[in-house]
């Protein structure tokens, strides 16, 4: 199989520049926010995000309303990847399908085993995110060392560990269901799609109109809001081989916007969190202990395990280029949670701040050590094989 098919052509490489940069952003974004919120104006700083704009915080809007284009872009991407990335093949599909899977039930797995029964339990869905922004990130930095089918692997692992979240969101984090919301979202969903398939519509407009009535009632729902997004990338029409319909013409139009302003504002306002000076006692607790373990042993193990085990019994092969040492340091920047295991957070622990502020610490120290080892272990296996 040539290289040149396993990338969709310049969108992929576009995409990869951009989550370089764009993990870069969040890190900077990410420090400010920290450092601001610990200094002499620390109390202003969090004041903004906590401050009340109608029924919701600013902090609130932005996670239930500007994420939603963020979960919009994923949604799209993954509409890609089945129809002409790595999930178009099933052969191909299933090492990624495998590594995702395995990275996301054994560090459920982990979790789960040091906290069941305790009132932490529903963090289980924390460490199983990994965040394709600060991975390709990280992966990015060691140059053209990295086998072109080691980058698609780890981009579509991470497009199906974000399917496996939000499907993980819907069910676990769902509460109490307000039905009549929740079945016009669900009769809007069917109407935007008739109007794809069966009328051929392409004007984006009716698609906008139709994903903000979604998102409005899925707000109220019960089912978390930026479902929505992904509901709404299903209907977008998309051609396979035509790179100007609608679904791609968005995709491109979003990714700039989502990785320069969407995620680095989700960063400022939920890393706005005050570092006590007795932190570190926390990390002995089984929820802190369950993240870190799932982030930084649970992924790798979970990622490897599984694909070797999916190759051994013929489900797959491994890519080209790629051999185990290379695949187990792709799983080590797995770990790298960040976005989408903040995000669980919010959800898993709603209404107690010394849960999320705690959380939030312990995956940004999960996500920085996955980022340190899985680097330094690609450096020397990488260095080394070439």
Same mark, same amino acid.
């Given at each position: 199989?040539?290289?040149?098919?396993?990338?969709?052509?310049?969108?992929?490489?576009?995409?990869?520049?951009?989550?370089?940069?764009?993990?870069?952003?969040?890190?900077?974004?990410?420090?400010?926010?920290?450092?601001?919120?610990?200094?002499?104006?620390?109390?202003?700083?969090?004041?903004?995000?906590?401050?009340?704009?109608?029924?919701?915080?600013?902090?609130?809007?932005?996670?239930?309303?500007?994420?939603?284009?963020?979960?919009?872009?994923?949604?799209?991407?993954?509409?890609?990847?089945?129809?002409?990335?790595?999930?178009?093949?099933?052969?191909?599909?299933?090492?990624?399908?495998?590594?995702?899977?395995?990275?996301?039930?054994?560090?459920?797995?982990?979790?789960?085993?040091?906290?069941?029964?305790?009132?932490?339990?529903?963090?289980? $869905?924390?460490?199983? &995110?990994?965040? #394709?922004? %600060?991975?390709? /990130?990280?992966?990015?930095? =060691?140059? +053209? !060392?990295?086998?072109?089918?080691?980058?698609?692997?780890?981009?579509?692992?991470?497009?199906?560990?974000?399917?496996?979240?939000?499907?993980?969101?819907?069910?676990?984090?769902?509460?109490?269901?307000?039905?009549?919301?929740?079945?016009?979202?669900?009769?809007?969903?069917?109407?935007?799609?008739?109007?794809?398939?069966?009328?051929?519509?392409?004007?984006?407009?009716?698609?906008?109109?139709?994903?903000?009535?979604?998102?409005?009632?899925?707000?109220?729902?019960?089912?978390?809001?930026?479902?929505? $997004?992904?509901?709404? &990338?299903?209907? #977008?029409? %998309?051609?396979? /081989?035509?790179?100007?319909? =609608?679904? +791609? !013409?968005?995709?491109?139009?979003?990714?700039?916007?989502?990785?320069?302003?969407?995620?680095?504002?989700?960063?400022?306002?939920?890393?706005?969190?005050?570092?006590?000076?007795?932190?570190?006692?926390?990390?002995?607790?089984?929820?802190?202990?369950?993240?870190?373990?799932?982030?930084?042993?649970?992924?790798?193990?979970?990622?490897?395990?599984?694909?070797?085990?999916?190759?051994?019994?013929?489900?797959?092969?491994?890519?080209?280029?790629?051999?185990?040492?290379?695949?187990?340091?792709?799983?080590?920047?797995?770990?790298?949670?960040?976005?989408?295991?903040?995000?669980?957070?919010?959800?898993?622990?709603?209404? +107690?701040?010394?849960?999320?502020?705690?959380?939030?610490?312990?995956?940004?120290?999960?996500?920085?050590?996955?980022?340190?080892?899985?680097?330094?272990?690609?450096?020397?296996?990488?260095?080394?094989?070439?």
């Amino acid at each position: 199989m040539r290289i040149s098919n396993l990338l969709s052509g310049r969108t992929l490489r576009r995409f990869m520049e951009s989550e370089k940069s764009g993990g870069l952003t969040l890190i900077v974004c990410t420090l400010i926010s920290i450092l601001l919120a610990n200094s002499s104006i620390g109390e202003g700083y969090r004041g903004i995000w906590d401050f009340h704009a109608g029924s919701h915080t600013v902090a609130e809007w932005i996670n239930d309303g500007l994420m939603a284009i963020f979960f919009l872009l994923v949604g799209l991407e993954l509409i890609q990847e089945i129809y002409e990335g790595e999930l178009s093949n099933i052969k191909r599909a299933m090492l990624p399908i495998s590594g995702a899977l395995g990275g996301m039930l054994i560090p459920a797995a982990i979790y789960m085993s040091l906290n069941f029964g305790t009132d932490t339990h529903a963090g289980f $869905g924390i460490p199983m &995110a990994t965040d #394709i922004a %600060f991975a390709l /990130g990280v992966l990015s930095l =060691l140059g +053209n !060392r990295v086998p072109v089918s080691l980058k698609v692997f780890l981009t579509a692992l991470a497009v199906i560990d974000d399917l496996g979240a939000i499907i993980v969101i819907a069910i676990f984090y769902t509460t109490s269901l307000a039905w009549v919301y929740l079945i016009i979202a669900l009769g809007m969903f069917v109407l935007l799609l008739i109007l794809n398939k069966k009328f051929n519509v392409t004007n984006l407009i009716p698609y906008l109109i139709g994903g903000v009535i979604m998102w409005y009632c899925m707000l109220h729902s019960g089912v978390h809001a930026t479902i929505a $997004g992904v509901l709404l &990338a299903i209907t #977008i029409p %998309f051609r396979r /081989g035509d790179a100007k319909c =609608l679904s +791609n !013409r968005m995709q491109h139009a979003l990714h700039y916007p989502v990785a320069f302003i969407v995620l680095p504002i989700f960063a400022l306002a939920n890393t706005a969190m005050v570092i006590e000076g007795n932190w570190d006692q926390s990390v002995g607790e089984p929820f802190a202990m369950g993240i870190l373990l799932g982030l930084i042993v649970g992924k790798p193990l979970g990622i490897t395990l599984l694909s070797f085990i999916s190759v051994k019994t013929g489900l797959c092969a491994l890519p080209r280029g790629v051999n185990w040492k290379a695949l187990l340091g792709a799983g080590m920047l797995g770990g790298i949670g960040f976005t989408m295991s903040i995000f669980i957070t919010l959800l898993a622990f709603k209404g +107690n701040a010394h849960y999320i502020n705690e959380s939030k610490l312990m995956i940004l120290l999960a996500s920085l050590a996955s980022g340190i080892i899985g680097y330094a272990w690609l450096s020397n296996v990488l260095k080394r094989s070439r």
